[in-house]
């Protein structure tokens, strides 16, 4: 999956995966829309607590990556470039 986002967001998508797999839950997709974070799981645990603590995972690593530059890691916000968003730094903007 960490193919598919930049490596500012991977260490937030590394952890946010291990804690999904560790309650049962299986990601199946993992990308950049519209500049932010998407995290999309499965599970074939009915337990509504467990529904609610990946949900849980998957809003705060979605959020905190919507101030992290998906390119480098720092901290970043979303903008318009070239006709797409994306959460970026004012550095790697300028690069």
Same mark, same amino acid.
């Given at each position: %999956?960490?193919?598919?986002?930049?490596?500012? %967001?991977?260490?937030?998508?590394?952890?946010? +995966?291990?804690?999904?797999?560790?309650?049962?839950?299986?990601?199946?997709?993992?990308?950049?829309?519209?500049? !932010?974070?998407?995290?999309?799981?499965?599970?074939?645990?009915?337990?509504?607590?467990?529904?609610?603590?990946?949900?849980?995972?998957?809003?705060?690593?979605?959020?905190? $990556?919507?101030? +992290? $530059?998906?390119? $480098?890691?720092?901290? !970043?916000?979303?903008?318009?470039?070239? !006709? %797409?968003?994306?959460?970026? $730094?004012?550095?790697?903007?300028?690069?």
């Amino acid at each position: %999956w960490l193919e598919y986002i930049g490596k500012g %967001w991977r260490p937030f998508v590394m952890n946010a +995966i291990i804690e999904i797999e560790d309650l049962g839950g299986r990601i199946t997709q993992v990308k950049e829309k519209f500049g !932010g974070l998407r995290i999309y799981y499965t599970t074939s645990m009915i337990v509504p607590e467990t529904y609610d603590k990946i949900n849980l995972i998957v809003d705060n690593a979605e959020k905190e $990556c919507n101030k +992290i $530059c998906e390119e $480098c890691g720092r901290p !970043g916000q979303l903008r318009s470039i070239g !006709g %797409w968003y994306k959460t970026r $730094c004012e550095e790697c903007v300028l690069s």
